[in-house]
Each structure stands twice: as C-alpha cells, then as structure tokens.
C-alpha cells in the first residue's frame, strides 16, 4: 500500500463529493488532521477505518487500498461482450459489459466463459412467427438444470429464467442474429449461434 496514492485517491474523492476534510473527519468520529495527514501520503487510514472510509467514499475497499480506481475502458456499447455472473449458492444471475467486482451471498463472482454447445448441450431452434422457440432434451431436475437461457445481439439481452422439473420451453423475440446462451447448474455456460 503506498501512501501517497492512496491520499491522492482519498482526496480526489472527497472533492468528488463536495465534502471538505472537517466534514469527512466529523462522519468517521476522527480529527480533520488526521484527514489531512492521509491526503498528504504522511500515513494511512487504520485497518479498523477502511470499510466506513470506502462506504463514505463510495469505493470498493481493494480500489482504497491500491490507491486507484483502475477504470476500465469503454467497451463501445456491443451487448455482445456482455458476461453473466452466476451465483452458486442462491443461483442469482449477474450480467456485466465489462469485467467488474461482483459478490453474492458472500464470495466474490468471476465472469462465465461460455463454451460452444456439444450435441448433449444444443438447444433446439424453431422459428414461430416471430419468436425463436427453444426447447431441449436436457434434464430439467433439481440437482441439474438449465437456469436461465438469453439471446445476445449487438444492442439487445433477452433472458428467460427456466425452473427446475419443468420443460425447458421458451419463446424469445426474433431481433436479428446473435448468440444464444445459457446456464447448464452442473456444466456451466454454453452458447449457439443463430
């Protein structure tokens, strides 16, 4: 950790804000020389001060500790980079357009990657007036499912979240060509082009 980047950060937010160094040290119940103090990079924030002073600051506490935002940069907008986080204990279903910090139930989510679907994975594609219809063979029981399945375009997500014990059937809107993707609870994430 190195105090000078983390005071230039600390300080960098707090103007962000609005908030003067009285103003920050007043909500955290310390003094505004000891504000000062980590702005200057002569010291850092206590361990017991840091989640408080990230919620304050509204910063993830491992961008705190590095001393910088690491900002990614811009993905131009393609919902086709979208990646979907899914938690294992609850089944909670994320989706980001670009790498980000994500947590559920506790433990940190990494993104999915997506493999192309096998002959025991594709899903069956029919087109109904306007809709794609997806249906599939794959067991449908508690212990293995699919949990969710999306049609991906350059500018457009569509999910269908799929329960268990019931047949996979779901209508999505034809809006052009993409990807299909979906949540196998045992395999993983697949996807098929259409």
Request: glycine content about 8%; proline content about 4%.
């Amino acid at each position: 950790m190195d105090n000078t980047s983390v005071g230039k950060l600390i300080f960098a937010l707090r103007k962000e804000l609005g908030m003067t160094q009285l103003q920050l040290a007043e909500q955290m119940h310390i003094s505004d020389k000891t504000v000062s103090k980590w702005e200057r990079g002569l010291g850092c924030p206590d361990i017991s001060l840091l989640p408080e002073l990230s919620h304050l600051l509204g910063v993830d506490l491992a961008s705190l500790l590095a001393g910088s935002l690491n900002e990614k940069d811009a993905q131009g907008g393609s919902m086709k980079k979208t990646n979907f986080y899914v938690c294992p204990n609850c089944g909670n279903i994320i989706t980001g357009m670009t790498e980000c910090s994500v947590s559920c139930c506790g433990k940190k989510l990494l993104p999915l990657e997506a493999k192309k679907a096998d002959e025991e994975h594709r899903l069956t594609v029919e087109k109904i007036e306007n809709d794609y219809f997806l249906t599939t063979e794959h067991p449908m029981t508690k212990e293995h499912y699919i949990s969710f399945v999306a049609l991906v375009t350059g500018d457009t997500v569509v999910m269908r979240k799929q329960y268990p014990e019931w047949n996979l059937q779901a209508r999505i809107p034809m809006i052009g060509h993409g990807r299909l993707v979906w949540y196998c609870t045992r395999d993983g994430l697949f996807y098929q082009n259409i």
